[in-house]
């Protein structure tokens, strides 16, 4: 796979501010790491954009026992001002291993940092 040295650092960097806002159970802080006409395409719904509805996710997210997110870079290039990232992830709850799967996103940069602008994911999980 594709890596690009210090882009890569600089999207390891935003992945590891996520998952600290995660952690940190801040649902806002969260949102505004993406553009302001950012995207989420969650499975199982419509997409979701803007901040408020990237907000209202993560926080309906977090309300339901998730309290840890793991994320892995697996490959990551730019596109001008634009980047896009393959990626791993992780999701856990009070008891350990929710959900893993694979995370496609698009980045802007904007006012000089990485933001994220469109995030899709599925779980690697066999369906109940």
């Known amino acids: 796979m594709t890596r690009a040295p210090g ?3 600089e999207i390891a960097a935003a992945n590891a501010a996520f998952a600290a806002a995660f952690e940190r159970q801040d649902a806002t802080a ?3 790491l993406y553009t302001e006409g950012g995207c989420l395409l969650p ?3 419509d997409a979701l954009e803007g901040r408020p509805a990237i907000e209202a ?4 997210l977090m309300e339901s026992g998730m309290r840890r997110l793991q994320l892995e870079l697996v490959e ?3 596109i001008g001002e634009s980047a896009y990232e393959v990626g791993r992830y992780t999701l856990e709850d009070e008891r350990g291993t929710a959900d893993e799967g ?3 996103v698009i980045w802007k940069r904007e006012g000089g940092q990485w ?6 994911w599925n ?3 066999p369906a109940s």
Do not use: M, P
């Open 57 to 60: 996710f993560w926080r309906e």
């Open 115 to 120: 933001r994220l602008h469109r995030a899709i």
């Open 43 to 45: 499975a199982h719904r």
């Open 30 to 32: 969260l949102a505004h």
């Open 102 to 104: 694979k995370v496609l």
């Open 7 to 9: 882009l890569e650092g």
């Open 76 to 78: 990551v290039d730019s």
């Open 123 to 125: 779980t690697r999980r």
